[in-house]
């Protein structure tokens, strides 16, 4: 048997650059191994072909045999799907083939030791009305895909039964390796978008997931990941449970976001009577007792939940970020990065105490969570209509025995309720904890070292263009470890004078404090000072 020569790496090539280099190598001598096979030939005029590349397997080499692909040459039938298997993975596609792939694409690596890397570059895959992924991972190897240029891949709008979703953007759910995306020579881009269910007539039905995956790793890449939507509207009157908007990422397993621009926004829900919910923009699940959550080396991530809009029925706006299954995440770090976490907005008439919208952050952090050097910017939906009532910016629950802690030089600010059952917060070396001033505590502080918590009052949130949020309002209060202070008196400050503040400690019957406001400086427009 011949032994097939191990392929480095795939490339996925827009037809218009495939043909230019094509042209190029007409008078080339081209290797044998990358030369199409008769049955590539005889199946490439499928419209609907679903392209396979699976990484060289030397397991599955010893099965692979030359006459068996002379067989299937032979039996001349079109073919419903296009495999590049272990023995012939090629190293680019043919322009016919990339057309093929603008449908959907499935990328296969079943071997252990070897990393499969795939090149994107200006891919663009649209699953159409099917039920299909755009892009699908599968292998118990691991896989990495190169960002080249702008790819845009969306799911499918037909129904995958029996989940009742439609399809994801990018899909590695089953993929029991990890799939690393990322960006080495920045020059690329992915927006992986997830189907929409449009016109529902009965039962429960979610939008697709941007991006869906187990043991995900996004290094040094721009990835935006949008859930699919859901909308009903001006169709004819309907009994059914409700609709949901997708994920933007759901991601089990171990995840990891380095040196990354990480955009994922859930996807909105709208109905004229039926419950709707917005999806998550971030949703951990991680299915064993071992998974890690690490953001670090000068990520900026920002997520939103997904809107839900509803005239009559219930709505919950989708939670910015999730952290699913109690204990199951081992460790959680975030490190010299920007998080903007964003909870959905809700809308409805009804007056049902159970609509509500989107918290920032929500559900189980690990045993082990520990927040440096970072800036953490957390804000629950608003909710409008029936009943107008904000979200909490944070709801989590931390065990007894389990560490949440904010360190370094963090600044951690919550607008809307910061909440923790059970378990407390703890703000230690220079880290600052701001939160919205409220007549009753919901969350469970401990200072240690330099740590203090800030309280304001009259918030208000501006949005950057890159999507980071900035919060600005009156400060009310400061606390540090033994002692708990309380704006008395603030004097503005003006270009060119110092301002300051007066604090009383409640804690210090007749202890005060004060602390000065830097000037302003001017500000000259045409020469005049605007300040």
Known sequence: KEQAEEPGSLELLAPEDEQKKTEEKKDEQKPAETQETEQDKKTEKTSDQVIEYGQYDPE????????????????????????????????TLSEK?????????????????????????????????????AVTVSGTGNVTLELDGKNELKGGTGNRKPTSSRGS??????????????????????????????????????????????????????????????????????????????????????????????????????????????????????????????????????????????????VEGGEGLYLGSWHKLKKMTVNDATLTLAGGNAKTNSTSSSSEAGVGMEGYPAPDTEITDSKVTVIGGDRTGGRTQKARAVDITIGSKDSFKLDGDTTFTGVGIIGTSVGKITVAGDATLVQEDRKYEYAKIDL?????????????????????????????????????????????????TPGKRVYTCTTHEGETYEETIDALGHEFVNGVCTR
């Not at 692979?64 to 590049?84: F, G, H, L, R, S």
């Not at 935006?224 to 859901?230: D, E, H, N, R």
């Not at 949901?244 to 709208?270: L, R």
């Open 169 to 314: 953007g990018l899909d590695s759910w089953d993929q029991k390796g990890t799939l690393t995306i990322t960006d080495e020579d920045k020059n690329g881009s992915l927006t992986a978008v997830g189907g929409d269910v449009v016109g529902v007539d009965s039962g429960s039905w979610y939008g697709g997931n941007g991006i869906f995956a187990n043991n995900l790793t996004i290094s040094g890449a721009t990835v935006t990941a949008v859930g699919g939507g859901a909308d009903d509207r001006g169709g004819k009157p309907v009994s059914q449970n409700g609709s949901a908007g997708g994920d933007g990422i759901e991601a089990k397993g171990n995840v990891k976001f380095s040196n990354a621009t990480v955009t994922a926004t859930g996807g909105s829900a709208f109905s004229d009577k039926t419950n709707v919910e917005g999806g998550m923009g971030l949703k951990i699940v991680p299915d064993t007792l071992n998974g890690e959550f690490i953001i670090d080396s000068g990520t900026n991530l920002t997520v939103t939940g997904g809107s839900a809009e509803s005239g009559t029925g219930r």
């Open 448 to 496: 240690e070292e330099n740590g203090k918590v800030y309280t304001l009052g009259d918030i208000t949130v501006t949005e950057n263009e890159d999507g980071t949020k900035t919060i600005s309002g009156t400060l009310t209060g400061k606390k540090v470890a033994g002692h708990d202070y309380k704006v008395v008196s603030i004097a503005e400050p003006t270009c060119t």
């Open 97 to 133: 083939a990339q057309a093929a792939a603008n449908n959907v694409v499935k990328i296969i690596n079943n071997s252990k030791d070897k990393v499969l890397k795939v090149i994107l570059r200006d891919l663009k895959v649209d699953a159409g009305n099917t039920a299909e992924n």
């Open 60 to 91: 599955a080499q010893q099965e692979a045999t030359k006459p068996a692909v002379k067989q299937e040459a032979e039996e001349k039938k079109a073919a419903e799907e296009k495999t590049y298997g272990d023995t012939n993975a090629p190293t």
